[in-house]
């Protein structure tokens, strides 16, 4: 099976669905006729045409607004926001209109856009370009939200998101995009073609939405990750001996409580981690699930290694970014607790 | 020049606050008929003076006047009036039906009315408009029925949204209107979009874009003048300039621009001013800049000159900021009133008609009220489920949401 980089996964889904439906159009800034600052939509233009893929100015509102616009005509808009970080003009949209409008108007208005945003940290990309928003998504009813970790993932979810009749965020960890990251930035980074999980087969398939997988499996404790974070527990559990079992949410909303529950009934111990922000973040809301899921079956409380409550800083990326060591320490912890 | 020193902060006020005598010699009205109609493919930069003067077709003695004249029948102009005399009294009735405790909420059209009416005649079936909350005059003149309009705002157990929805926040993809929004400006870069769409799908079905004067103010204003100057995207972009945005008065929102047609000068984008309660000029306007979109000349920016006679909304008091009477002084008139003189001059109409006209238009609406309120009202008689809270969300109920609606017992 081809093995592929996240972006050229990424590529992929939409070079797949552009030719399964001319319904699906890719816009966005920098997004056409140079295929993206990240390189996800090369080529695309050139394939599918103008009219297909396309350059958008430089307006965050104007590109989500629009999209909702040819949502409501009939077509399947999969749009790009630069970075995370800049989404905040478009929140607007995203918020009170792609996400009501099917409510509101009783179905007889729908909005099947999916909105692509590089996210998270850990690449020295200071306060706006390494942002984690996704707890600013999941708050809001009618949105779904959608964070891959790794090549073949991000394939088949991203179809699911453009074939899937709601309004989908698509948080692409750019630290992900050209291989797994473990937090450890000072060794060499192996490229997604010496991983398994960048093995991503040709044509069409999907990863379904809302239903997580389990990455490792394990008997002492319970760790719920996503994106980048699901590499950084991975590496925590082997250099602890910890036997933690880690889970990929894949899907933040909606979320595969069952499988959560079900490994946190077994292991008895759980611990969330995240690069966003600690307070409000979506860990308080996993946190108190497992709670209230799971109260009779814990045996210590439910742990949290978050980002601090701090703007992502440039210096200090590496006391910022929560790498193997912090997550270890959190195992060991819970598991003394 | 003022002196050299301290600066000093400028904040516009309106001529006029309550207690003081209405003035609107400020207003440059001209003559009925004295502005030209360039050709549809007209290039944008030879027509920058119409976004600083005023279209006009109806003059002082009710005649048609002009190159804007005749785009209409003698019967569409007796539907028209027909059209803005049924809106008047259904916001009269609905109005009504908020004091007597039946709904929650209303805005009334009082003196607006033709832009809506007129501008509705001028789109082809499969066209889409993104109204704000005070058009309803596309859905009358579309045929909409006001039974479920109402249903609508009594929330009762026929409302077409199940009770999710203000009133007055009407949906109707079946009438070109799309569902609104309580976030202004929004839906005017929405529009936008959705006249791309139809362009991507080599459609000829165009978009209209709806925002008040003082939306205008908003980002999505200028997002989607950007948007659609940037694609030349087939949409009409509708500028309803009613001198009022609750209690702020349009120098707030304008600043020191000539007029909000100018704002459209900058895009590239062709700008026309109309008088917005004459009939006659909004529906040539109108269909001169849907015609350009048809033939896939692009946008135009159309500012239509008007003034909200009533409240802002039935939660508003409009003398705590204006004088009473200033809707009298306006000098563009009543729309109804110009409308019917216009008829009544060519010997189509007589007070007498207009008189027996009102009273049957009145029977149909307290006819479909009655019928509304058979399905209940706001506080009594049927309601939409509760079940209906949870429904709708996302196209299938995932599972939070489903443990959420057992919780509640539904």
Known sequence: MPRRTMIEAIRDAMDVSMGRDDKVVVFGEDVGFFGGVFRCTQGLQAKYGKSRCFDAPINESGIVGSAIGMAAYGLKPCVEIQFADYMYPAYDQLTQEASRLRYRSNGDFTCPIVVRMPTGGGIFGGQTHSQSPEALFTHVSGLKTVVPSNPHDAKGLLIAAIEDPDPVIFLEPKRLYNGPFDGHHDRPVTPWSKHELGEVADGHYTVPLGKAAIRRTGSAVTVLAYGTMVYVAQAAAEETGIDAEIIDLRTLLPLDLDTIVASVKKTGRCVVVHEATLTSGFGAELSALVQENCFYHLEAPVARVAGWDTPYPHAQEWDYFPGPARVGRALIETMQA | MADAGLLRFHVPEPEVRPGGTPDFSNVT????????????????????????????????????????????????????????????????????????????????????????????????????????????????????????????????????????????MYSSKEHGFFSISGNLATQYIQAVGWAMASAISNDSKIAAAWIGDGSTAESDFHSALVFASTYKAPVVLNVVNNQWAISTFQGIARGGSGTFAARGLGFGIPALRVDGNDYLAVHAVAKWAAERARKNLGPTLIEYVTYRAGAHSSSDDPSAYRPKTESDAWPLGDPVVRLKNHLIARGLWSDERHVQAEAEILDTVLAAQKEAEANGTLHAGGKPSTREMFEGVFAEMPPHLRRQRQQAGV
Not at chain 2, 89 to 117: I, N, P
Not at chain 2, 126 to 154: C, E, K
């Open chain 2, 29 to 168: 009205i001209p003559e009925a008929g004295s502005v030209p109609r360039p050709e549809i493919d007209v290039d944008p930069r030879t027509i920058r003076d119409l976004a600083f003067s005023i279209i006009r077709v109806l003059n002082r003695d009710g005649q048609a006047v002009g190159p804007w004249a005749g785009s209409l029948s003698d019967d569409e102009l007796l539907v028209g009036l027909r059209h803005m005399m049924t809106l008047r009294s259904f916001d009269t009735r609905m109005q009504m039906a908020q004091r007597q405790g039946k709904t929650s909420f209303y805005m009334q059209h009082l003196g607006e009315e033709a832009v809506s009416c007129a501008f509705r005649k001028a789109l082809m079936p499969g066209d889409m408009n993104f109204p704000t909350y005070r058009q309803a005059g596309l859905l009358i003149a579309d045929g909409y029925p006001m039974v479920t309009m109402m249903n609508q705002i009594y929330s009762n157990e026929a409302d077409p949204l199940k009770g999710r929805q203000l009133p007055i």
